[in-house]
């Protein structure tokens, strides 16, 4: 019996005697006896958790009662929401309970799914993971993860796979998310992830959301940004976008640009800041540095495309040179924004008087030049000095609960480790001590990106490859190819998901796994805020979390001595293991204790104090005084990086037999590939099925009604899916919109497998597409 | 103000006392003519300690507190009487409780939305302060958090009720909330086992106040949906003019007993009065 049931138990008792006493001290009187029976209605507890949606990382409280999770509220004692959540949380322990929820292992016999016991299962996995192995080597095995893996999870998988197999063969659809992000912030700071936090909203004055939709996609959030307006009347928020949509609405201005032209517009903000002398001088000579990349650095979109970053010093004139081209006018000219608003964007995060706060997540990351644009937007931050001070905040969003958590600070990448890089011979070092496995075992070599991953799966070069929290077959671009590579003959895959999908039905082996709160574990939120949850729930009939699944098959191949946990707390013992990779000012994590007591702890955490700004000398134990208000300590030279990174266009521009471009995205209702969202009604009806959204003159001139199926074509596939016009939102005119949760209209056939050189992430935003009118009568 | 002056400069020794006295001076000073002080400006000595910050309001006031003596957003009290119009759609409990997957849960939307409606969130002009809607002929139920604008973010809406035009024609008003197809099937069946909702009415004694048997998070405005002509008839107090709620009412839920355990009174310890009585 644990504590609380104990407590509630001792508490039924005493209530059964007080009613007992009351009833002899007054016969007949009706002492509070319906009141006695509603205080006697203790089964319901509610216990905290994070968010199982996305990076936002609300605190939620669910109640559970008989063992089944039944109301869901915000936990007022998060500092992330204080007490809100948006529908998609409030609804979220629905997602427990589909009814075709995974509660048997399958495995592929004769061409069909069979349900066999667990253990058996997982024999199968061990074995033929060991004979890929032996036959073709440790790197034709990989693992393939997700932002929704526990850190726990994560954890388990590097470790196996990296310090155990020896293999980088390790990624997670993280890379189609926030690997622009990361290289991002590696090559402007020299270390990833923001140095603010979602309390610069609060003190804040102005919000330029670059490309992100946050009313749909970061609900809880944008409820904040219009919180602060309500309290701050000199507050503006101005969504630069492609689109019109319901964060434009509510935004003071609405700026729209050409696709990619983001680029131009960040140089020329920069270009105003210079020339009206704008420029925080002190900051700039103090704590900034220049750099100058490669240029014309290709899309990544043939099988043999490689490319090394390489950085050359530069100097302010130099800096000064590159920007004299991008004149508003110029910019103007690329952007089709005006050159006035160009100026009165400049002017905002040019007034010394004002807060900025930049805020972007997948319209800056999905990207072919995420990394400059996300580069580029620091420039602006760093010229005018706006960084790592309440409200002076460029942002970057996540989407996924443990982005940060477990992908970026685990590292589980092809070329990452808990701590730095598999190509740093003091990080395999690390690794090797604290996993006790031979330094030689590690490979200093990365393997795979994602694109790659699944290119080498295609060609067979990977032969087996273990799918854990993710549906890469609704959620990878250029799908087709994927879905044909994950189908061919030598190939074994294996998916360990929570409902069928179109990755489990491609698989030969289905794990059932534990969701959520069916497990104990930790996610990191996108304001490096970690947090822990406890397992409310017994998973449905043999699920299993990740981690244990991964632990089951470590032992399998003689693995033991690197899962040495038991299943009661191997979670304590991972989270110890865990944290020493971090035992750094820098990074240091909180002890789990804590962890379950907070409603979550931000990092670095430093002697019991959490760290909202970093780099700067006043907040961040870890940045050095004596070197002024800021240190910038994740380069050598203790400074931040302004990059000349320049505009280049997209692979693929609207042409004659394609004219229009095509963007895909989320919507508030469904979350990602839509495998949780879709089973839970409210949600279900209110965004039944994807749909293209079309501009209301393009419609007008393609003879297109509202709710008619048309057909998207390009080069690389084509979909029969309803038009909506003037629905959500509303595409600039030339543009249409997809949202990508509908496994049965599979808009990632039709995109572009084009990806960012430095990141390796994709571009789902930007391709050319044509659109056709289906006779009268061939809709379904 | 000159009284307050300090002595002439009269070497150390005296200095020293000069200032004393000056500051004892000052601190009766500051008693009796404190107010005065403000638009001083001449005098030499200062008090050493720095001044006081001014008491600020608390930036957010505490909900639970504050937000019940929020005015009904429908108007004065005297609205609350008005008679209901006789052709007003009903709302009744089990309704109200057939749209909520569990107590707390935020309904989805019933209703037809316009286009612009979706694209606007102007559902404060009806749910902000309430009143009949001949649209719907019904009573807009009241929000007990207007000042939360971003309603779609909590509240789904409903696909095929999204574009339904704002009818004219009588006849048509049904189809605003009744679409054929507004229960379309699910993508997946779902096995849901909501709690049992908390009973209405649990008084201690007959004839005594009802306790609140919900948690008030973002529902801190009794008046809301407690008063008024759109209010659920189960649950419409008689007697929305007295203003302090919980005054009577307290919350009293499944889970807050559970955080408070039965009194029992700590044993007192035995004594003895050594020096007897009198």
């Known amino acids: ?34 009141v006695l029976r509603s205080l006697s209605q203790v089964g319901l507890s509610w216990r905290k958790t994070p968010c199982r949606f996305c990076g936002v990382g609300c605190g939620l409280q669910v109640a559970v009662e008989n063992g089944r999770a039944v109301a869901v509220r915000g936990d007022p004692e998060s500092p992330v929401n204080r007490g809100l959540a948006c529908v998609k949380g409030y609804y979220s322990v629905q997602a427990l309970y589909g009814g075709d929820r995974l509660t048997r292992a399958m495995v592929r016999r004769d061409g069909r799914l069979v349900p066999v016991p667990m253990q058996e299962a997982l024999d199968l996995v061990a074995r033929t993971l060991r004979e890929t192995v032996d036959t073709h080597g440790k790197d034709s095995v990989a693992i393939y993860g997700s932002g929704q893996w526990t850190i726990p999870a994560g954890y388990v998988a590097s470790k196996l796979f990296k310090g155990g197999l020896g293999t980088n063969n390790v990624e997670a659809n993280a890379r189609l998310c926030m690997a622009s992000a990361v290289t991002g912030f590696l090559t402007s700071f020299g270390m990833d992830e923001p140095m603010g936090c979602y309390e610069d909203i609060d003190h804040a004055d102005v919000f330029v959301l670059w490309g ?75 704590h900034v540095a220049f750099r100058k990349g490669k240029t014309d650095i290709g899309y990544g979109l043939s099988d043999d495309f490689s490319f090394t970053e390489e950085a050359e010093e530069a100097t302010w004139d130099d800096y000064v040179r590159f920007l004299e081209e991008y004149t508003p006018e110029a910019a103007e000219r690329v952007s089709g924004m005006p050159a006035s608003d160009i100026r009165w964007l400049a002017s905002l995060y040019g007034d010394r008087a004002r807060r900025v706060m930049s805020l972007w997540c997948m319209g800056m990351n999905q990207h072919t030049r995420g990394t400059w644009i996300n ?33 970026r600070e685990v590292g589980t990448f092809t070329h990452r480790l808990p701590h730095g890089l598999v190509s740093n011979e003091e990080d395999r070092a690390l690794a090797a001590r604290i996993w006790n496995v031979p330094v030689e075992r590690i490979d200093p070599r990365p393997s795979h990106h994602t694109v790659s991953m ?42 360990s998901d929570v409902y069928p999908t179109p990755t489990t039905d491609v698989a030969d082996v289905v794990l059932p796994a534990a969701l959520w709160i069916e497990q104990e574990g930790l996610f990191g939120n996108s304001e490096r805020r970690t947090q822990h949850f406890e397992q409310m729930l ?43 990779f971090h035992d750094d000012p820098r990074h240091r994590m909180a002890p789990l204790a804590e962890l379950k007591e907070k409603p979550g702890v931000m990092w670095p955490y430093v002697d019991g104090r959490e760290t909202k700004w970093r780099y700067n000398t006043r907040y961040d134990p ?16 203790h400074r931040a990086w302004i990059w000349l990174r320049p505009y280049e266009p997209p692979p693929e521009t609207p042409d004659e037999d394609y004219p229009l471009w095509l963007s895909t995205g989320r919507v508030l209702e469904h979350w990602h590939t839509g495998s949780l969202t879709r089973r839970v009604p409210t ?94 009568g061939s809709a379904r | 103000m000159t009284r307050h002056a300090p002595p002439p400069d009269t070497g150390t020794p005296t200095r020293v006392f000069g200032i004393g006295s000056a500051i004892a001076l000052m601190t009766a000073g500051v008693l009796a003519t404190g107010p005065w002080l403000n638009q001083g400006g001449e005098l030499e000595v200062r008090v050493a300690e720095p001044p006081l910050a001014p008491i600020m309001a608390p930036a957010r006031p505490i909900a639970a507190e504050a937000g019940v003596f929020r005015e009904h957003p429908g108007g004065p009290a005297g609205a609350f009487g008005a008679e209901r119009r006789p052709e007003a759609h009903p709302r009744t409990m089990a309704r109200y409780r057939s749209q909520r997957a569990y107590p707390g849960a935020p309904p989805p939307i019933p209703h037809g939305l316009t286009r612009s409606e979706m694209r606007d969130q102007n559902c404060k002009t009806c749910h902000e302060r309430g009143g009949f ?87 801190e405005n009794c008046l809301a949906c407690h008063a008024g002509p759109s209010a659920v008839a189960e649950i419409r107090t008689t007697h929305p003019e007295r203003a302090s709620c919980r005054q009577c009412h307290v919350v009293s839920t499944a889970e807050s007993a559970a955080e408070v355990d039965v009194f029992v009174r700590p044993l007192a310890s035995d004594f003895s009065r050594a020096g007897g009585t009198p």
Not at chain 1, 4 to 20: G, H, I, N
Not at chain 1, 21 to 26: E, G, L, N, P, Y
Not at chain 1, 249 to 264: E, I, K, N
Not at chain 2, 137 to 160: F, G, I, K, R, W
Request: glycine residues 6%; aromatic residues 8%; hydrophobic residues 40%.
């Open chain 1, 375 to 407: 580069n580029l937007v620091y420039n602006i931050h760093l010229l005018t000095g706006k960084i790592a001070t309440p409200g002076n905040s460029p942002f970057s969003l996540t989407g996924q609960p443990s982005a940060c958590g477990t992908t």
């Open chain 1, 683 to 776: 949600l279900h009806r209110a965004v039944p099925n994807a749909y293209v959204e079309v501009n209301g003159e393009d419609a007008g001139a393609l003879g297109i009604r509202d709710r008619q199926r048309v057909r998207l074509v390009t080069r690389r596939g084509s979909l029969e899916i309803e038009a909506r016009i003037d629905y959500r939102a509303q595409p600039s005119r030339g543009h249409v919109f997809v949202p990508f949760f509908d496994e049965s209209l599979l808009v990632n056939e039709l995109t572009l497998d084009a990806y960012c050189p430095i990141s390796a992430q994709p571009d789902f935003k930007k391709c050319a597409v044509r659109i056709e009118r289906l006779a009268v």
């Open chain 1, 454 to 495: 699944f290119r080498a799966l295609d060609r067979g070069d990977i032969r087996f490859l273990w799918v854990q929290v993710t549906n890469p077959m609704v959620s990878l671009p250029n799908l087709s190819r994927y879905r044909d590579a994950a189908r061919k003959d030598g190939r074994f895959l294996v998916v």
């Open chain 1, 212 to 286: 992100a939709n946050m009313a749909e996609n970061h609900p809880v959030l944008f409820s904040r940004l219009l919180e602060r307006r309500g309290r701050n009347p000199d507050a503006r928020i101005v969504d630069l976008a492609t689109r019109t949509t319901r964060t434009s609405y509510a935004a003071d201005r609405s700026l729209l640009f050409h696709p990619q032209s983001d680029l131009a517009v960040a140089n020329a903000i920069c270009h105003e800041i210079v020339a009206r002398d704008w420029v925080d001088r002190n900051f700039v000579e103090n």
């Open chain 2, 133 to 219: 809607v001949p649209r719907f002929s019904a009573y807009a139920p009241v929000t007990p958090h207007p000042e939360m604008v971003s309603c779609l973010q909590c509240h789904a809406p409903n696909d095929v009720l999204v574009g339904v035009p704002s009818p004219q024609m009588n006849e048509l008003r049904c189809l605003q909330c009744h679409a054929p197809g507004a229960r379309q099937p699910l993508f997946a069946a779902l096995d849901w086992r909501a709690p049992s909702w908390p009973r209405t009415d649990q008084r201690a004694l007959p004839g005594s106040p009802p306790v609140i048997p919900h948690a008030l998070q973002f529902r």
């Open chain 1, 622 to 637: 870890a940045a050095d005084a004596s070197r002024g208000d800021f240190d910038f300590y994740g380069h050598p030279d």
């Open chain 1, 1 to 34: 019996m644990s504590g609380s049931d104990r407590r509630s138990f001792l508490k039924q008792v005493a209530l059964a005697s007080a009613a007992t006493a009351a009833a002899s001290v007054m016969p007949g009187v009706a002492f509070g006896e319906d």
């Open chain 1, 538 to 580: 017994e998973p449905p009939g043999d699920a299993m979390s990740d981690a244990w699944q991964l632990i089951e098959v470590a032992r399998r191949l003689g693995l033991e001595a690197l899962v040495p946990w038991d299943r009661v707390d191997h979670v304590a013992g991972i989270w110890e293991e865990y944290t020493r």
